[in-house]
């Protein structure tokens, strides 16, 4: 998988997705996310991967471990790099996961959501009844993935030093939530520069808005990459 930072492709159709891409002259690695793929299905992903970019195709699959692992073994003939699972769903899920990605694709690296972003620390005692803080919750699920035998998790980059304690830092954090100093943090709520989510210990970045909203593109993407590998 590529190092450079993963852009969230977060457009309603493929025409706007392939006059975004067009804007580029190096190879990419873009996430796709349940809106479009519905939408297009797999054609899409075709057509990007000749374009020689790579794909986190992040459908975030929680059912139960028979189906997940039929529904993996599916996608790994998409032959996309990276791929994901709700770590709700369990250890058992997890495993028919890994092994039914295994069975038709050796490379795709697969990843677990361990708590949304979006779930607040109210919600995760009174709704999900789990108690005990965030961060303890996030690193028990991260904990568990990796036992589970899965490549790493998404997660904040505020959180991605507690899991490389937990974890080890070869362990995939993939963390949303990243914006240059000064831009518009949008409707994220925790977020770092992309230098901090390396000096958190991410291994990958998602970005969406500051990039694929610019208006200059190309050069909002160069800045953020800059920034990420410390070049
Ligand atoms: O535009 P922005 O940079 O906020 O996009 C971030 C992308 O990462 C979006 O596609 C969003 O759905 C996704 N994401 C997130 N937080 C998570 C998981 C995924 O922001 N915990």
């Known amino acids: ?32 996310g349940m809106e479009l793929f519905y939408q297009t299905g797999p054609a899409l992903l075709e057509e990007i991967k000749q374009q020689g970019h790579d794909i986190f195709l992040d459908l975030k699959l929680h059912d139960i471990p028979n189906t997940v692992g039929k529904a993996m073994e599916g996608l790994g003939r998409l032959n996309v790099d990276l791929v994901n699972v709700h770590a ?12 039914g990605l295994r069975s038709t694709n050796p490379d795709t690296k697969i990843i677990a959501v361990t708590q949304l972003t979006s779930t607040t620390e109210d919600q995760l005692h009174h709704e999900q009844k789990i108690d005990m803080s965030m961060e303890e919750a996030v690193c028990h699920y991260a904990k568990l993935a990796q036992t589970s035998g899965l490549d790493g998790v998404v997660c904040s980059p505020l959180e991605a030093a507690a899991i490389t304690e937990h974890c080890g830092p070869s362990f995939l954090k993939v963390t949303p939530g990243v914006r240059p100093a000064n831009a518009d943090v949008n409707d994220q709520k925790r977020v770092t520069t992309p230098e901090q989510a390396r000096q958190l210990g991410s291994t990958h970045i998602v970005v969406g808005r500051p990039i694929t909203q610019s208006s200059d593109p190309v050069a909002s993407y160069h800045q953020i990459t800059e920034s990420w590998l410390g070049e």
């Open 1 to 32: 998988m590529k190092q450079t930072p993963i852009i969230a492709l977060d457009f309603a159709t493929k025409d706007e997705v392939m006059t975004f891409l067009a804007k580029f002259d190096t190879p990419l690695f873009v996430k796709i």
């Open 88 to 99: 709700a769903g369990g250890s058992v899920m997890m495993q028919r996961a890994v092994e």
